[in-house]
């Protein structure tokens, strides 16, 4: 029931992901909702789980998952919680699903707190960019966890072999930044995929594949990509000639144009997911249409068969015990 | 002697400049190098100052502003110290150039930290952003008193009447963002060009005028901004079909691209200015080119035609003995 076009996107998606995937999809909201917007009958693998409630956009996280038992994104958290479900994935509201995870399932061992991470494309692929939502007042040790989670999730979920690790910082020499990226880089130093500091103006040149910051930073950078990108669209349009026959090239481009809008499109990358927590959670847009949600249950479907909350487990009791990173 | 390609550019915009400006424009740095690259006789708004040393990029800022007395960027702030000079600029380290203006002219009064206000452009125009450079750990008064700087530059210097003010946050309400953006909102609150949180994708909307943020946020996103708009511009080239043929609609759009570029193109902006200091002070790209120096030399003559620094004091004291902001 979350997302600006919920149900009939997220139904969309359901449907054209079943046959992709090896497992049952679980639809929790409102039955007549959801039979409204999908008439015929639903694919053998899909079951409706009916919820009454719905969290809003603007309810507050907290006290919406407190006081919404009923509610779908409640109730998707619960089913996880009692092992009657492996993965759960909202378009809904950012912090309350962060907040239901979080309260409901709590964090792993040797995890103090949970991280969105987010995919981004860069010249010669992606990178992850964590945490894009989740902790905006973190601590060194905090991003030193990140890094960890972003490293087995970008290994094992995205299948880079020994991701490249760069905390997002403001000038490439490790004494440069803030009283936190200072801190942090030297926690992160013991890495050995540690590749050091990455301006902003470099992470989209690909030379790293896990990008770490705290979420205050990560979801401006996240942000700011996304309306700058439109934005260098649009005036990439109406800096063309204004005249229809000396528009004609343009036509001609279509293609390349919508190569470019489909590189930039989050909706290829799916959701993005909650790390840290002890389940497997995915959190998309709240613009997603039926694409989105069904490369989000791709992936959840593919965090679960790599087992990527043991891993992140294993991972991060090692590196705590002070046994090498990536040992 | 500081940027990427000086003197030469460095004198290039200068000389650009001469006949624009009514002041005298003084080249600091080693004679032999500057009319190494302008053999010629120099405009007579011209004059050079020799000065031996040379700030390095890498130098470490504080104590580089301590040695090199001699140096063309201490010499520099030292001639407006002692009001031999209107104005600073320098393509030169950032960190020393901040130093250098922060130890030898000082904070005006109720102003605690310096700020680095950049231009970037917007749908609508332009909107300025900071800090992007000065000060990394910024408490909530900084951010109150960069709001103040910020408007009075954006009104006096880049004639934008009654500019409106946005914190960048990561949420609209209020209550949304980190300690630092939360507790910097309610004393916003308080100014009637206050027009709320912005969110990073909302910024090149033309919404608002001045955007306030701490120094790290902000350079991440002036950074980001940077290398993204190269990497869209570059996606498109490459999304066009690859056959010559095919290509050619691309020639015809030239125009077009070059258009667009030019817009993004931080040199039409000119420096930016470090604000908070008794003295008026550009800061450049390293990159820049003649153009760019020429475009800082005009904005400085303006900073001190509209008497910037005064402004900023006068507006500073009435905001802090409890006058209506802007009254």
């Known amino acids: 029931m979350g997302g600006d076009y919920a149900p009939r996107e997220i139904v969309a998606g359901a449907v054209a992901a079943a046959p992709e995937v090896h497992g049952k999809i679980l639809l929790i909201g409102r039955r007549d909702a959801i039979e409204a917007v999908h008439p015929g009958a639903m694919p053998q693998q899909i079951e409706i789980v009916e919820a009454s409630e719905v969290v809003e956009m603007d309810d507050e996280p907290v006290s919406a998952v407190r006081r919404k038992k009923n509610s779908s994104l409640v109730m998707g958290a619960t089913l996880v919680k009692n092992g009657e479900a492996d993965a759960f994935i909202s378009a809904g509201n950012t912090g309350a699903v962060t907040a239901a995870a979080h309260l409901l399932w709590k964090t792993i061992p040797n995890i103090a707190r949970p991280a969105i991470a987010t995919v981004i494309p860069s010249r010669t692929g992606c990178f992850v960019l964590l945490d894009s939502g989740a902790t905006v007042d973190a601590e060194p040790h905090h991003l030193y966890e990140f890094a960890i989670m972003g490293s087995v999730y970008a290994e094992s979920v995205l299948r880079i072999k020994s991701p490249r690790i760069g905390l997002l910082n403001i000038g490439e020499e490790p004494t440069k930044g803030n009283a936190l990226t200072k801190a942090t880089y ?21 030379g790293v594949d896990v990008v770490v910051c705290d979420a205050f930073v990560g979801n401006v950078l996240l942000k700011t990509a996304q309306g700058l990108g439109a934005f260098v669209i649009e005036m990439f349009r109406d800096s063309a000639p204004k005249h229809f026959i000396a528009r004609l090239p343009l036509l001609l481009l279509k293609r390349g144009i919508n190569r470019m ?58 590196t705590k015990t002070g046994e090498q990173f990536g040992a």
Chains 1, 2 share one sequence.
């Open 261 to 318: 809008r489909k590189r930039m499109d989050y909706a290829e990358y799916g959701g993005a997911p909650l790390l840290g927590v002890d389940g497997i959670c995915f959190i998309c847009h709240g613009h997603s249409n039926a694409k989105a949600i069904k490369n989000a249950i791709i992936l959840a479907q593919r965090g679960h068969d790599m087992h990527l909350v043991s891993k992140i487990i294993e991972q991060a009791a090692r």
């Open 186 to 206: 030297k926690l992160l130093q013991g890495m050995p995929n540690f590749v050091g500091n990455v301006e902003g103006k470099y992470v989209f040149d690909g």
